[in-house]
């Protein structure tokens, strides 16, 4: 049965005009002014230049505003780095970013510079990296919803979270995952299957499911 699901999954594709621009630099251009403009408004102001609260240094970006610090997302795989430096998951035997997260972003990158994507498929990958870093910023950051108290506790939270988190970025980023060239799909399921649980299996079937019945808006 999860043979012909794949198979499915896998032939179930179209094609697009691939966009001129870099997506890199759309992606950052927006973190940049739209998406740091509402963690200022919550946080407090920059100043004249907005840019100025933001550092990079061994490979992530860090926002350094009035009444917050925070890791800042970006089109880079460090930023798993700064989350774990902030919580301290793998000294409490959660291991999400060690060994799932930055891993598997840094393969993503490393196929890309290997050529074995699409362009298409490039946009999705960084688009769906920004959509992750967001996503946990939300909820740690502006929803406070991942205190230091409990490391453990918090950690797990954020595990599931992003687990759960997957899906979405995968279905609406870019173009969405189902609608990438054939190449795309089998070169992202070999990228990710090496690191992945059963737990994180049950997402990926998730948006398999979703791929091949869509739900009805």
């Given at each position: 049965?999860?043979?012909?699901?794949l198979i499915l999954?896998?032939?179930?594709?179209?094609?697009?005009?691939?966009?001129?621009?870099?997506?890199?630099d759309?992606?950052?251009?927006n973190?940049k002014?739209?998406?740091?403009?509402?963690?200022?408004?919550?946080?407090?102001?920059?100043?004249?230049?907005?840019?100025?609260?933001?550092?990079?240094?061994?490979?992530?970006?860090?926002?350094?505003?009035?009444?917050?610090?925070?890791c800042?997302?970006?089109?880079?795989?460090?930023f798993?780095?700064?989350?774990?430096?902030?919580y301290?998951?793998?000294?409490?035997?959660?291991?999400?970013?060690?060994?799932?997260?930055?891993?598997?972003?840094?393969?993503?990158?490393?196929?890309?510079?290997?050529g074995?994507?699409?362009?298409?498929?490039?946009?999705?990958?960084?688009?769906?990296?920004?959509?992750?870093?967001?996503g946990?910023?939300d909820?740690?950051?502006?929803?406070?919803n991942?205190?230091?108290n409990?490391?453990?506790?918090?950690?797990?939270?954020?595990?599931?979270?992003?687990?759960?988190?997957?899906p979405?970025?995968?279905?609406?980023?870019g173009?969405?995952?189902?609608?990438?060239p054939?190449?795309?799909?089998?070169?992202?399921?070999?990228?990710?299957n090496?690191?992945?649980?059963?737990?994180e299996?049950?997402?990926?079937y998730k948006?398999?499911?979703?791929?091949?019945?869509?739900?009805?808006?």
């Amino acid at each position: 049965m999860l043979k012909l699901i794949l198979i499915l999954f896998f032939s179930t594709h179209t094609f697009a005009t691939i966009p001129g621009i870099e997506i890199k630099d759309i992606l950052e251009n927006n973190l940049k002014t739209d998406y740091l403009k509402s963690l200022e408004e919550k946080f407090g102001d920059c100043g004249s230049n907005p840019e100025s609260c933001l550092s990079f240094d061994r490979g992530y970006a860090r926002l350094n505003l009035p009444k917050k610090e925070m890791c800042f997302p970006y089109t880079m795989c460090g930023f798993y780095n700064c989350m774990e430096e902030k919580y301290k998951c793998e000294s409490v035997g959660v291991d999400y970013f060690t060994k799932l997260a930055r891993p598997t972003c840094n393969q993503y990158v490393k196929n890309i510079n290997e050529g074995q994507f699409t362009k298409l498929g490039v946009e999705w990958i960084y688009s769906v990296m920004v959509c992750l870093q967001k996503g946990l910023v939300d909820e740690c950051e502006v929803k406070r919803n991942c205190p230091t108290n409990n490391r453990k506790k918090t950690c797990e939270h954020i595990t599931e979270f992003t687990l759960s988190f997957h899906p979405g970025c995968y279905i609406n980023s870019g173009i969405g995952v189902c609608k990438l060239p054939m190449k795309d799909k089998l070169n992202i399921w070999k990228t990710v299957n090496p690191y992945m649980t059963k737990r994180e299996r049950e997402e990926a079937y998730k948006v398999i499911f979703q791929c091949i019945v869509p739900k009805r808006g």
